[in-house]
C-alpha cells in the first residue's frame, strides 16, 4: 500500500485512498474481526500511514480532486479507530 500512496502520479494516490475508505466505511462489516486487523496492520507497515499524511504536502486544494484527497486523508472512518484502540489495548 506503501507504493501507492507514494505514487509520482497524486492523482493514483487519491484513487488509492477512497478505496481505502470504502473498505472502512460504517457500513461495511467484517466477517471477523481480523480482517480489519489485517487492513489495519497493512496501514501502519513500513510507515504506510506516514507517506499518506505526507501526501497532504503534494496535494494543492484549489483542485476538486486534491480536496477530496485531504478530506479523507484527515477524516478517519470509526471503525478503523475502533480497530486501532481494540490492537493497542489487547
Do not use: C, W
Amino acid at each position: 500500500m506503501k507504493k501507492l500512496f507514494a505514487h509520482e502520479n497524486v492523482d493514483i494516490a487519491i484513487s488509492v485512498l477512497e478505496v481505502l475508505v470504502e473498505l472502512t466505511g460504517e457500513d461495511i462489516e467484517y466477517q471477523r474481526e481480523e480482517d480489519m486487523a489485517v487492513l489495519i496492520d497493512g496501514l501502519f507497515k513500513d510507515d504506510g500511514m506516514e507517506v499518506m499524511i505526507g501526501n497532504l504536502e503534494r496535494l494543492d486544494e484549489s483542485r476538486e480532486d486534491d480536496r477530496r484527497g485531504v478530506f479523507h486523508t484527515l477524516s478517519p472512518k470509526p471503525p478503523v479507530l475502533r480497530s486501532i484502540v481494540d490492537l493497542t489495548v489487547a
